[in-house]
């Protein structure tokens, strides 16, 4: 990979930013880029569903409409299908690209967003054919496992500078796993279920440790980088639901111990909020949709499961706050989608 290829797009999967742009771009960076935008772009699809989990998991406890929770991954769905297509539109359909891709220094780690969602997917709408959902979980989970493992192969081969970790590597090799051990409880497989929940165990204490430390040790992430660290929200998140899913909902001593550390994490990110602020709007804002509709989904099937006073209200009040601003992200998306394409010269490329 030149050193001079672009490691930022504000599109979602962002990285250090070169201090110069390149003087002679190398074959393909056009679409490389193209594709690199598209498949950034997929943490509004990741956004929507994980909101759309939130609301599912409200609909089992305090009654709230299944149909928002429907109509949320029905958008997610879209999102994720156009945007997947333009990708494979720009060469992510060959190997060779694909391969490049994943290899990406800063930018590899988002291609997690594809199978990720493709479980979410799976796991919300096994309620309308338990088989079809098994099936399609299982594509989705053994492309989020290959995909993962080669990620990994790729680092462990010391090509990647500790200098340019941020806690999105954690996605495809921590929270993926929890998510599928999630999934795998929706679609009945208990054993498939503690299998991958472990994987994602220990990949979130080996790569959370490395990254912690590294962000300790770092001068700093570079601007458009500091959204990911709202990314550390996800593994005690999606591991705590993980574990609530695998004993059907009742919250023991090691659900409380996901509590408190995603409680302490939130505390760390809201310390946080001015650090993370950017200079002006970019796609990139999305990557906080996620964290916070997990961080949500597991609060509300805590409340339940712990039934702490006041639980009912507390849900709703949750539930809120992870709604609200999604839409409100959503509207100034569209607003500045509108704004730049009606900017003279400006053309958009699907």
Do not use: K
């Amino acid at each position: 990979m030149p050193r001079d290829a672009p490691s930022t797009n504000g599109s979602g999967a962002v990285g250090p930013a070169p201090s110069r742009p390149p003087a002679a771009p190398f074959p393909g960076q056009a679409r490389w880029a193209t594709r690199s935008e598209r498949i950034g772009l997929l943490s509004i699809s990741l956004g929507a569903a994980g909101l759309g989990g939130a609301w599912e998991s409200a609909t089992a406890t305090v009654s709230a409409p299944i149909g928002v929770s429907d109509a949320l991954f029905t958008v997610g769905g879209l999102v994720w299908l156009g945007l997947l297509i333009a990708y494979i539109r720009h060469g992510g359909g060959r190997w060779r690209n694909l391969r490049h891709d994943i290899r990406h220094p800063t930018q590899g780690f988002a291609l997690a967003y594809v199978p990720i969602a493709g479980m979410l997917f799976a796991g919300h709408f096994a309620r309308f054919g338990l088989e079809i959902a098994r099936a399609t979980y299982v594509v989705f989970a053994a492309a989020a496992a290959v995909l993962a493992a080669r990620l990994l192969a790729h680092w462990f081969t010391g090509t990647l500078s500790s200098s340019l970790l941020h806690p999105g590597y954690l996605l495809p090799v921590s929270s993926g796993p929890f998510i599928a051990s999630t999934i795998a409880s929706t679609v009945q497989w208990p054993g498939l279920a503690a299998a991958t929940f472990a994987v994602g165990l220990v990949y979130w204490l080996a790569f959370g440790t490395v990254i912690l430390g590294g962000l300790v040790a770092s001068p700093g992430l570079p601007q458009r980088a500091r959204p990911t660290l709202t990314v550390l929200i996800i593994p005690p998140a999606t591991g705590g639901l993980a574990w609530i899913a695998a004993h059907r909902g009742v919250v023991d001593a090691v659900g409380c111990g996901f509590a408190g550390l995603l409680a302490f994490t939130v505390l760390i990110v809201a310390c946080l909020l001015p650090y993370l602020r950017q200079q002006s709007f970019h796609t990139g804002y999305w990557t906080f949709s996620f964290p916070l509709a997990a961080g949500a989904n597991f609060a509300i099937r805590w409340f339940h499961g712990m039934a702490v006073p006041a639980w009912r209200p507390m849900t709703w009040a949750v539930l809120g706050a992870a709604t609200v601003p999604f839409v409100a992200l959503g509207i100034v998306t569209i607003a500045h989608a509108l704004g730049c394409g009606a900017r003279p010269g400006a053309h958009r490329r699907v």
